[in-house]
């Protein structure tokens, strides 16, 4: 194995893996053979012998390995063993009387060079003063801590220096000839050391150096500097060529970096084991701060294994062929049967090989081609100006066969035939439709959908009417399935309508769909419109009763029963219960004891309620990508099953007010002037930029993935996004690098509407980079969020530790 990192610049500064090309990505690992290794015997380890016997021993080493930093003061170490006269490991009490080589000793390369800056006009116009410069310890060019630096050699920062003589009249000068507000002592004004005292008419004046705009690796500083004649008034007579400094670089210190201590012991002795070591983030001072302020992904690491030796025993893994690859194309795997056995090849239980690290049992194998998606060129824009739709050719094609059945590509890997681009701004609005749904029918007829929204310039949502009804595409399409099977499916009859006489009965009576190995297995019941489907004759719903003639002329009539309350699981239904006579009118002489039900228990159905995707696989054998309803917390939520094909689908979130309500930007366009913040902080295409910032991107999102357990949603997973300009941005993230006035122009917009969710109120953003202004704004439900971001340059995410938490709403 191999570490493989994507890195940036000249010095291989290490960026996220996404700035670098994934098709080009070199192999971490590889396969490897070796010679098989020998038997254990007993020549190779010296046993301890008798007490009596004297063995001749001694200590052996080997080289010193490489020091554990680069530059500055690290650690090295070597191999120590106790050896006889043969060569072979002894115990290392027989080499007790011998002095131990040490194993550890601290090695150091000096790294660094000081750098002295230019030096500083003199404090004063006159008389004798201090210049001053800036120094740092720097490698290649990066400021890094002054101890890697010799401090023998440091160059000084400050020396005096020598102007002409003051003249003698501004001494003689009296009080009351002092300029207004003068003070009457310069030396004891506040600042004095740093402002210049006028010795001559029409003088630059400097005020002190403002604040670093960077709290590290470089940034810039800030000063007054006026024009002012003999009197300390403000003229513009100054010689312009001689004019100071207004502004200069400046640096605060290198940002902190990961600072790792010496690894400890193993906790084996052979057989593999396990060893740790402290890895914090700190300052170049010392100060140890939190994880998240130093990079993660150049995070050392702080555990690996160690003497992975085997140990002394008759015990060893066998090795059995390896069989063939699991599949006729593509990328597959081999399997081998591992079995632990004595020497004499007697197969034992798997315990007596584990002090030894069990071989591989599986490793990826490659077949020939398998047939792939080919996707042609990009026809031209539907439109001229503003927002289109461009659509391309795409076929299942097999290398040196050419186009085959699209059956035998995988249709989830299939490219989009469609996308949406942006030209020239303009007025115009047009339809952009996404891609079909499923087919809403399992079997039979049914419909697929789409959605058909109406765009207008910089592919902000519009009004259906901007756009023209005639040119609208069809969201609606019919499908067609395998055909469905029905039965007729019957209730319990019910209790006589009529206490005494001549009564009725009724009983549920439903069209019902057959189960078949596509369906599930249960019957559906059908709508009653759906009767003409089932085979003829209809089972009669009704059917008179009679329990007993009436005794007197008044009797309880009973209508009949409504349908159950629920569609699944226990529900209610009821039914008008009246006394009446044998004319029909309304009597108050039926006996009370007699009075029929007028409510009653039912269930048409159990209801089955799944926590994951994995649960419907397992359960009812699904292996379907689609839309499912699963119990979240407490509530049942329509959730989106992905990679159902697999044995560890991940559920995903449709945000269905749209991708239009559901994007993250980082802004491209950079102000020439970046303290500035024009239009009062609206966005103009003609501002005075330059567009050529290459963090910039632009994604919309139609689902998220959503962590059932912990409600958290994982921004990065962009698989059902959709990049429009520029890189992929994660999931409520925005930011720019327009301005370091408080003036963000980076967006992004959270709508889960209609999904039963809503972001927790502990949900915060957090800042990234320089001067970030960060603008959230909340509905009151909490399901609608919209922010604004940015800086110079900067961006915001949601807060590391707790993520994007959502609640059900």
């Not at 002092?178 to 010795?199: A, E, F, I, L």
């Not at 990961?258 to 060893?275: A, F, I, L, M, S």
């Not at 927002?387 to 035998?408: H, M, N, T, W």
Request: aromatic share 8%; hydrophobic share 25%; glycine share 8%.
């Amino acid at each position: 194995m191999r570490a493989v990192r994507c890195v940036l610049g000249d010095y291989g500064d290490s960026v996220d893996d996404r700035e670098c090309n994934a098709a080009a990505r070199p192999r971490d690992s590889q396969d490897c053979e070796m010679p098989a290794c020998p038997q254990t015997s007993a020549a190779q380890v010296t046993p301890r012998p008798d007490n009596t016997v004297q063995l001749v021993t001694q200590w052996r080493f080997g080289s010193w390995t490489s020091c554990s930093v680069s530059c500055g003061k690290g650690k090295r170490a070597r191999y120590v063993s106790c050896r006889d006269a043969q060569g072979g490991v002894a115990d290392e009490s027989y080499c007790a009387h011998l002095p131990r080589p040490p194993e550890f000793s601290t090695c150091f390369s000096p790294c660094g060079q000081w750098h002295a800056g230019e030096w500083s006009a003199c404090s004063v116009t006159c008389s004798v003063g201090r210049t001053t410069r800036h120094v740092v310890c720097s490698d290649y060019h990066q400021p890094v801590d002054q101890s890697l630096c010799d401090p023998d050699e440091r160059p000084a920062a400050e020396q005096e220096c020598t102007a002409a003589p003051c003249p003698s009249a501004y001494n003689r000068q009296h009080i009351y000839e002092q300029p207004y507000g003068y003070p009457q002592d310069p030396g004891r004004h506040p600042g004095h050391s740093s402002w210049n005292v006028p010795s001559a008419d029409n003088q630059w004046r400097t005020g002190p150096w403002g604040a670093c705009s960077s709290t590290c690796a470089g940034g810039f500083q800030r000063r007054v500097v006026v024009c002012q004649d003999a009197d300390g008034r403000s003229n513009s007579y100054c010689d312009e060529r001689v004019k100071p400094a207004e502004s200069k670089s400046c640096d605060s210190g290198p940002c902190p970096l990961w600072n790792y201590g010496v690894w400890g012991e193993c906790t084996q002795t052979c057989g593999g084991g396990r060893k740790t070591r402290l890895v914090v983030c700190q300052r170049p001072s010392g100060q140890r701060l939190n994880d998240y302020n130093c990079d993660v992904l150049d995070k050392p690491h702080d555990v690996e294994q160690c003497n992975l030796q085997s140990c002394p025993g008759a015990a060893s893994w066998h090795r059995r062929p390896w069989k063939p690859c699991s599949v006729s194309c593509g990328r597959g795997t081999k399997q081998r049967e591992i079995a632990c056995v004595f020497q004499n090849q007697t197969q034992i239980k798997d315990a007596y090989c584990g002090h030894l690290p069990r071989p591989r049992a599986q490793k990826a194998c490659r077949a020939r081609g398998c047939p792939a998606w080919k996707a042609n060129r990009w026809r031209e824009c539907s439109v001229t100006c503003g927002s289109g739709v461009q659509q391309r050719d795409v076929y299942c094609r097999l290398k040196g066969s050419g186009r085959v059945r699209e059956d035998l590509c995988s249709p989830h890997l299939r490219p989009p035939t469609v996308q949406v681009c942006q030209t020239a701004e303009c007025t115009r609005y047009t339809w952009v439709a996404s891609e079909w749904e499923q087919c809403n029918a399992t079997c039979g007829e049914g419909m697929k959908s789409r959605k058909v929204r109406c765009i207008g310039p910089g592919l902000t949502p519009a009004h259906d009417d901007r756009c023209g009804p005639s040119t609208r595409p069809p969201s609606l399409h019919h499908c067609r399935e395998e055909p469905c099977l029905y039965t007729w499916t019957t209730g319990e009859w019910s209790q006589c309508s009529a206490s005494c006489g001549v009564g009725y009965q009724q009983r549920f009576v439903s069209c019902s769909l057959m189960p078949s190995s596509s369906h599930s297995q249960r019957f559906h019941a059908q709508p009653s419109s759906a009767g003409k489907i089932c085979p003829q004759p209809h089972p009669p719903a009704t059917q008179p009763c009679l329990l007993t003639e009436c005794p007197h002329s008044s009797y309880w009539k009973v209508g009949p029963w409504t349908e159950c309350s629920l569609t699944c699981g226990a529900g209610v239904m009821e039914r008008r219960v009246e006394c009446v006579t044998s004319k029909g009118q309304m009597s108050k002489h039926c006996r009370p004891s007699d009075r029929p039900e007028s409510q009653a228990a039912c269930q048409e159905r159990q209801c089955q309620a799944f926590t994951s995707c994995r649960d419907i696989q397992l359960n009812q054998g699904v292996r379907m990508d689609g839309e499912y309803y699963l119990k979240v917390k407490f509530r049942t939520l329509q959730i989106y099953c992905a990679e159902m094909q697999t044995d560890f689908p991940k559920e995903y979130v449709t945000l269905r007010s749209g991708q239009t309500d559901n994007y993250s930007e980082v802004y491209g366009h950079r102000l020439i002037s970046p303290f500035e913040c024009p239009y009062n902080g609206s966005r103009r295409q003609d501002c005075d930029c330059r567009n050529d910032y290459l963090a910039a991107g632009y994604t919309l999102f139609h689902k998220v993935r959503l962590d059932l357990n912990s409600l958290r949603i994982m921004i990065t997973d962009l698989r059902f996004s959709q990049t429009i300009h520029g890189r992929p941005v994660p999931f409520a993230t925005a930011g720019d690098c327009y301005s370091a006035a408080k003036c963000p122009q980076g967006q992004f917009s959270i709508n889960l509407i209609g999904t039963g969710l809503k972001v927790a109120a502990n949900t915060k953003w957090t800042s990234q980079g320089n001067y970030v202004s960060v603008k959230v704004h909340r509905s009151e439900d909490g399901t609608r969020i919209y922010g604004r971001c940015g800086g110079f340059c900067g961006k915001c995410i949601p807060h590391a530790h707790h993520g994007l938490l959502l609640q059900v709403h």
